[in-house]
């Protein structure tokens, strides 16, 4: 295998992987202990956002429970086999499984990977200059890293991988390398999902 593109495909697996660093990570006190909202923001969490925005945001959340709920149908029992989600359903009133938080982002990491593959193929059937877009795909990938990134420089005062990995992928995209680490994005995003599927399956 090509040394360029192994390297290039590592990247966009720890791509996934430390979007999901923060999840594993031990809360701190003031995470358990946390703060408690006032009941009318609990029954009305929209209240406070305007209405245009307010209406955008629900039409986002009806159209990634769309989503959510196609690759519950459809990736899932390919993944863990058609009998264990027939068994799946059974056991749970031929209903769908409440997806946590966790698994609902790596489904939306498998959307993102799949859309980048598609405009790198649009950018190179077409040549249109897809690359902003491109880049601002990578950012949005790479946001999760930089925030817990940033929190181990802020507060345990300590250099680590997600450092290396930031640095890692900002090479990888600015310097072009789009479609390795799509593909590591996407076969990334599969792994995980896996692994979840065989924790809450």
Not at 17 to 34: E, K, N, S, V, Y
Not at 135 to 151: K, N, T, V
Request: proline share 5%.
């Amino acid at each position: 295998m090509n040394p360029i593109f192994a390297f290039t495909f590592g990247g966009g697996v720890l791509a996934v992987l430390a979007t999901f660093a923060q999840q594993h990570r031990r809360p701190t006190l003031l995470d358990m202990i946390g703060t408690t909202a006032p009941d009318s923001q609990k029954q009305n969490p929209l209240a406070d956002i305007p209405k245009p925005l307010s209406s955008i945001r629900a039409c986002v959340e009806r159209w990634d429970g769309h989503y959510q709920s196609l690759i519950q149908t459809r990736l899932d029992p390919f993944l863990m086999g058609r009998l264990r989600s027939q068994q799946m359903l059974e056991l749970a009133g031929s209903k769908q499984r409440i997806l946590g938080r966790q698994e609902k982002r790596v489904n939306r990491s498998l959307l993102w990977g799949f859309g980048g593959l598609g405009l790198i193929a649009l950018k190179r059937l077409t040549g249109w200059p897809l690359v902003p877009v491109i880049l601002a795909l990578g950012c949005y990938i790479i946001w999760p890293a930089l925030r817990e990134a940033w929190r181990v420089t802020a507060e345990e005062r300590r250099f680590s991988l997600l450092h290396l990995f930031f640095i890692y992928f900002a090479w990888l995209w600015f310097g072009g390398n789009y479609l390795a680490g799509t593909f590591g994005i996407i076969f990334g995003g599969l792994c995980m999902k896996v692994e979840l599927l065989t924790q809450t399956v």
